[in-house]
């Protein structure tokens, strides 16, 4: 919200008063899950999302998944919005004269088809 100085300064200098609004605007955005203590302390500009993701992407993902294995109404929160946003999953419909085939080894397949063998094709799906 722009205090009586911020008003002024838009007043008498349209385009001052508009870079003081999106400076004002950008130290909101700063990511204060990435700071070391609890209180808010803007250490960037604020210059996108993106670039303060990558600033702190490695102490945003710790936090994060400290989080969820911590903290069960994080995990329960989470575990019910995977549940709402993936539904039932993709689900394969072949048509042909090969599908029973098809659907054999499509149903092998996605006990396997994680790269690093720690997940079936749900579970990649509900990652994703």
């Known amino acids: 919200m722009a205090n009586f100085i911020d008003k002024a300064v838009g007043y008498f200098n349209p385009a001052a008063g508009l870079r003081r609004h999106y400076q004002r605007a950008a130290l909101k955005r700063a990511y204060e899950a990435a700071s070391p203590g609890d209180r808010w302390r803007p250490r960037r500009s604020g210059a996108s999302a993106n670039a303060d993701h990558q600033a702190d992407g490695a102490k945003l993902r710790a936090k994060a998944r400290s989080l ?58 509900a990652a994703a």
């Open 68 to 125: 969820y294995q911590n903290v069960p109404y994080i995990r329960a929160g989470l575990n019910g919005r995977i549940a709402a946003i993936v539904g039932t999953g993709i689900v394969q419909r072949t048509t042909g004269r090969d599908a029973k085939a098809i659907d054999e080894a499509h149903v092998q397949w996605r006990k396997v088809c994680d790269a690093d063998g720690r997940l079936d094709f749900d579970g990649l799906i």
